[in-house]
């Protein structure tokens, strides 16, 4: 089955709000398991093994066991997460919920992945379980508040039963249960707890009861982070496993013409070769003999209807693209009559390159079938998209794929794809060869960063007129880039009249009062296939509305943040991230000497963030000393998470308008590691300062918005020092100092 024909059964099987599994009569997947306790892999038992037991357990009359809380007798509570932890710190996150409304001791509570079951565990902004556009702590914090309330109203519900006293007597402070003198821990409580219907409305706690909301705390994968006992899909050791590599076409859309694998089937540890829809695949003993064995294939390749353009063609292309009208996003007013009458126009064009996500685990998976059922081990970040693309290509049904959820060592969006790219190479290897051993595919740095999948490139035109005061008569924006959404299961929801949203979220809505905006784009098509990329569209929506607001607040000889305060009167979280980012960072007063400030502000995800770099030049390159950051994302679940992600949101955006990018020539990549593909260094990472906006609204997104200003706030500062501003990116590229 070929790529294709994967998205047109993932589009008819799995659609935005489909619940699509069969359950068994506990409202779980069945696991495979086999004879004893499960598979262990060096002492680790997967995770749906574990919440197999524990329901297990619980109907036994052992425990409680509820989708997302089990606590044992032995008095151990574990939350079970529904979204991928791939360092965002979801899992803390989760598990903070669920203690506080329980009253647990935090140091009794466990975080484990949840089995795949839409039914139970979809995202309900998504109608699948997955994780994504930063929704996850949004998207969950009710329904794990009154998981962790309703345990806590079932476990005070059998301690007034058993000692014979009023419910209300009853009190829960860091898992230990008390009556007058009767004392017991949740777990003693446990099997008659489990006894008790679970309420359907439990009550939940107010702000002003919290114990663990709102403040910051270590988290639940610290300590296993630092000794290295967290279990990465990379780590999986199966007896009898065999590792795969793959080969993979040089230019997107090639395919195996012949393939000549004798020296390859020579290198020690090759057990097999394989010919799949995606390439020729090595099987090996170990990782080392699968990559050597690759590397002896001899493969002719035909590219007869591969990508054969460079970058320079295709931006060369988008350009001409955007002299033309494209499809209309937002119209207000008459954008061009505006422009024609103004006093003063700015004309810019913009270009932005392929970026790949490059997380620090590259992609893989392993997967075994056996018995008429599929086991995968990987970092799932879209379960239900992975079991419908490998029951597809096994011709099973999607409740016979089980997947055991590992924790991903980053993802940046990578992870979440549309037609599970790597799994399904993955379970198409296991087809091929007919084995019911597992296999862990491996991919490589090279095959990571030439492996496709890409933030888009995308140009902008942009016009803005001006009256004689600098004020906004009219602005004329034009986009032009692939459609991320185009040909995936999610094009239904987010694709209206032929416009893809994440192509146009950041400039289309904008916050600024603009009386006459016209937005248009133009979706094109190119070899490498579009991703979301850590915050999608804002990305390059972002960098161009921040840096045209700021040249506008120069010429109009206007205070930069003064200038935007105006224009965003009617946005008052806006207003108070830019006043609180500004006030931290001392704009308004004299700056260091030969330091640069520069500013930027916007919203994604349902939070704001305005950020203040401050810039050196060293060597005709800018070096960021400081970036002071305001943050409104709602009530802070746990802040020291959130300036976390900030600061790490900071970083990685600034890596890659100072540096990323990926660049064909003749439709081949050229970059394959990271001595090509650039990404930020430790010494060129700023001190960061994260202030949070106190809200009792509730939670929204932080995973993404940290990385869209960064950009812009730099190239502002930028321009503050050399007059020029940076428009054509990353800044290696764009900015031209002797």
């Known amino acids: 089955m070929d790529p294709s024909q994967l998205r047109a059964h993932i589009r008819s099987r799995f659609s935005p709000r489909s619940d699509a599994l069969a359950l068994d009569r506990r409202g779980f997947v069945r696991l495979a398991l086999g004879t004893g306790a499960g598979l262990v892999i060096g002492g680790w038992l997967p995770a749906a093994a574990r919440a197999e037991n524990a329901a297990t357990a619980a109907a036994q009359g052992e425990g409680i066991f509820a989708p997302f809380v089990h606590i044992t007798p032995d008095n151990v509570v574990t939350v079970l997460v529904k979204h991928q932890d791939m360092g965002q710190g979801v899992a803390t996150g989760l598990a903070t919920l669920v203690a506080d409304e329980l009253d647990a001791d935090w140091a009794q509570v466990k975080a484990e992945f949840s089995p795949a079951n839409v039914e139970l565990y979809k995202n309900t902004a998504f109608g ?94 610290s300590v296993a982070k630092t000794t290295g006992a967290r279990i990465y899909t990379q780590d999986v050791q199966i007896p009898g496993m065999l590792v795969a590599t793959l080969a993979r076409p040089p230019r997107f859309g090639g395919t195996v013409k012949s393939v000549d694998d004798k020296a390859a089937r020579a290198v020690k540890g090759v057990v097999d070769v394989v010919q799949t829809s995606r390439g020729v ?43 033309k009208p494209g499809l209309v996003a937002r119209n ?90 790597y799994i399904a190479e993955t379970a198409e290897i296991v087809k091929t060869t007919g084995r019911s051993e597992p296999i862990k595919l491996v991919w490589t740095r090279e095959d ?43 094009a239904a929801a987010l694709i209206k009249d032929g416009i893809d949203a994440t192509s146009v979220e950041g400039v289309s809505d904008t916050p600024y009062a603009i009386p006459n905006m016209q937005v248009e784009v133009h979706n094109t098509s190119a070899g490498p296939r579009p991703l979301w990329w850590r915050s999608v569209g804002h990305t390059h929506t972002a960098y161009v509305m921040e840096t045209m607001i700021d040249e506008i607040a120069a010429v109009s000889g206007k205070d930069p943040v003064v200038f935007r305060l105006a224009l965003l009167e009617k946005h008052p979280r806006h207003v108070g991230v830019l006043k609180l980012a500004a006030e931290k960072a001392g704009w308004g007063t004299p700056a260091p000497e030969g330091v640069l400030r520069g500013v ?98 509730a939670p929204t997104g932080i995973g993404e918005p940290g990385v869209p200003p960064i950009g812009p706030a730099v190239a502002n500062a ?14 290696a590229d764009g900015l031209k100092l002797g």
């Not at 030439?450 to 016009?463: T, W």
């Not at 930028?718 to 800044?731: D, E, I, K, N």
């Open 332 to 421: 207000e007013g008459d954008a061009e009559g505006a422009i024609a009458k103004a006093d003063k126009v700015l004309e810019a064009t913009y270009i932005f390159p392929y970026l790949a996500h490059a997380p620090m685990e590259p992609m893989n998976c392993v997967a075994q079938f056996k018995d008429g059922k599929a086991t995968l081990w990987t970092g799932s970040q879209l379960q239900t998209v992975d079991q419908g693309v490998v029951s597809a290509i096994l011709g099973i049904k999607p409740e016979d794929v089980i997947i055991n959820t590992l924790w991903a060592g980053g993802s940046f969006g990578r992870r979440g794809v549309y037609d599970s790219d």
């Open 600 to 697: 930027a502000v916007h919203e994604s995800f349902q939070s704001f963030v305005a950020e203040v770099a401050e810039v050196r030049l060293v060597d005709g390159k800018p070096k960021v000393d400081r970036v002071v950051a305001a943050v409104d994302c709602g009530l802070a679940v746990n802040p020291d998470n959130i300036k976390a992600q900030v600061e790490g949101g900071v970083g990685f955006g600034l890596g890659a308008v100072l540096h990323s990018k990926v660049t064909l020539k003749d439709g081949v990549v050229e970059q394959g590691n990271f001595d090509g593909y650039e990404v930020l260094r430790m010494n060129e990472m700023p001190h960061v300062e994260v202030h949070l906006v106190p809200s009792d609204a």
């Open 718 to 731: 930028v321009a503050v020092g050399t007059g020029q501003r940076v428009r054509v990116l990353p800044f």
């Open 281 to 323: 695949a090595v099987l090996a003993t170990s990782t080392y003999a699968a990559i050597k064995g690759r590397d002896q294939l001899n493969v002719t390749w035909d590219d007869s209807k591969a990508e054969m353009r460079g970058t320079d063609t295709l931006i060369a292309d988008y350009q001409a693209l955007a002299d």
């Open 448 to 490: 990571d960063i030439k492996g496709g999948y890409y933030r888009p490139v995308y140009v902008h035109k942009v016009r803005v007129g001006l009256d004689k005061d600098g004020a906004i008569l009219g602005w004329h924006h034009r986009i032009v880039g692939q459609s991320i959404i185009t040909g995936t299961p999610f």
């Open 128 to 221: 699948i379980q997955g994780t994504g556009g930063s929704t996850a702590i949004a998207n969950s914090f009710e329904q794990y508040r009154k998981a962790g309330a309703a345990a806590r109203a079932m476990i005070v519900g059998a301690a007034a039963k058993r000692w014979g006293v009023a419910a209300d007597t009853v009190k829960i402070e860091k898992g230990v249960v008390t009556s007058g003198n009767h004392k017991a821990t949740l777990g003693e409580l446990a099997k008659e707890a489990s006894a008790a219907p679970v309420p359907a409305e439990p009550k939940l706690k107010t702000p002003n009861q919290f114990t663990y909301i709102g403040k910051s705390f270590p988290r639940v994968d």
